[in-house]
């Protein structure tokens, strides 16, 4: 199982960012994949999360209406679009994915993690 994640960097407040998950080793279409994140002294928490086998999707409340989820089973890749980002979105970003069909919110659910990709916005 891999997942792999890319597309971060150094951007300025109010900028956008494109993260990129590729996945192999499992059967995407099945699970629940997700984005975390993980700032300096504090605790990983849920970006988003979508459901492949039922096509829903859960944002968390600091991201929505910023942030887009979308997941392309062909590809077995999942993304983040992120949008109008602010200084406290400066973390580390980790796709996961859940054997779970249904949405999971926290990361205990998740079976399997990529390492991250770090976002960093300045102000």
């Known amino acids: 199982v891999q997942l792999v994640e890319s597309g971060g960097g150094l951007v300025q407040a109010g900028g956008s960012l494109r993260l990129s998950c590729t996945t192999s080793?499992?059967?995407?279409?099945?699970?629940?994949v997700g984005w975390f994140r993980q700032a300096p002294g504090k605790e990983r928490e849920e970006v988003l999360c979508?459901?492949?086998?039922?096509?829903?999707?859960y944002y968390a409340d600091s991201v929505r209406g910023r942030f887009t989820g979308s997941s392309d089973i062909a590809k077995k890749s999942l993304y983040l679009q992120m949008n109008d980002l602010k200084p406290e979105d400066t973390a580390v970003y980790y796709c996961?994915?859940?054997?779970?069909?249904?949405?999971?919110?926290?990361?205990?659910?998740?079976?399997?993690w990529g390492r991250g990709t770090q976002v960093t916005v300045s102000s």
């Open positions: 979508i459901s492949n086998s039922e096509g829903t999707t």
């Open positions: 996961a994915a859940s054997t779970m069909a249904i949405l999971v919110s926290t990361p205990e659910w998740y079976e399997h």
């Open positions: 080793g499992f059967p995407f279409e099945h699970y629940t």
